[in-house]
């Protein structure tokens, strides 16, 4: 009964490959967020959608392309993989009405050799 | 310089102790966020607050608006609050700024 589901949960791959990585939520949010934790740790918001509309798209390479099917799910493309990729990549959502607070999945480890 | 800064960075303390994590921002925001990440990875929203003060169990989180400034506190800490805690601000169109985090170690 997960709320914020991402698969894979540990991702690895060749330099160059393309690869992508789902994100669905079953919480009825209208936005969605993709984030991207470093090595150090640090967490940085890459892409926010809301209903399905791009709102935030944060100077992440081209090589990254977000896709929202629809409002439940976020998906992460990424092309031309490099060993810069490598992180945990987090999916989350929140209801854009009212003052709700974010629910986040459990992260994908992305691994480049 | 980041915009949102938190101390300490490590803090480990004895099971029961009183524990007080800061987060300072210099940007306006419309909130602050208080997370959760527990050795596995997992990250865990534990408090959204815009003013005032909010409690949940052991937790408590306040925010001085003015001084731009939030704390968040564990009374009586216990092992399992063993977890790396982060401050976020959400600005402008719904984005969130994090702080590089508290690395707590609760021993019994």
């Known amino acids: 009964d997960t709320a914020v589901s991402q698969t894979p949960k540990y991702l690895v791959t060749q330099m160059g490959n393309d690869k992508s990585i789902k994100c669905e939520q079953n919480?009825?949010?209208?936005?969605m967020y993709w984030y991207k934790q470093d090595s150090k740790k640090f967490l940085k918001i890459m892409f926010s959608?809301?209903?399905?509309?791009?709102?935030i798209n944060e100077t992440v390479p081209n090589r990254f392309s977000p896709k929202s099917p629809d409002k439940a799910h976020l998906n992460l493309h990424i092309n031309s993989l490099e060993l810069g990729d490598s992180a945990v990549y987090f999916c989350?959502?929140?209801?854009?009405?009212?003052?709700?607070?974010?629910?986040f999945g459990s992260g994908t480890r992305l691994t480049v050799v | 310089k980041n915009e949102v800064e938190q101390s300490p960075q490590n803090l480990t303390a004895q099971e029961g102790e009183f524990i007080t994590i800061n987060c300072s921002y210099s940007v306006g925001i419309s909130a602050l966020h208080w997370l959760q990440q527990h050795p596995g990875g997992g990250i865990v929203s534990l408090f959204m607050?815009?003013?005032g003060k909010k409690k949940h169990g052991r937790l408590i989180a306040t925010i001085n608006i003015q001084e731009k400034h939030s704390s968040l506190h564990i009374t009586a800490s216990h092992p399992r609050d063993s977890a790396v805690y982060i401050c976020?601000?959400?600005?402008?169109?719904?984005?969130?700024?994090f702080g590089t985090g508290t690395r707590l170690q609760v021993f019994p």
């Open positions: 959608y809301n209903n399905k509309e791009l709102i």
């Open positions: 607050l815009s003013s």
């Open positions: 989350a959502s929140r209801p854009s009405t009212g003052f709700g607070g974010y629910t």
């Open positions: 919480l009825g949010h209208d936005t």
């Open positions: 976020a601000v959400r600005i402008g169109t719904d984005k969130l700024i």
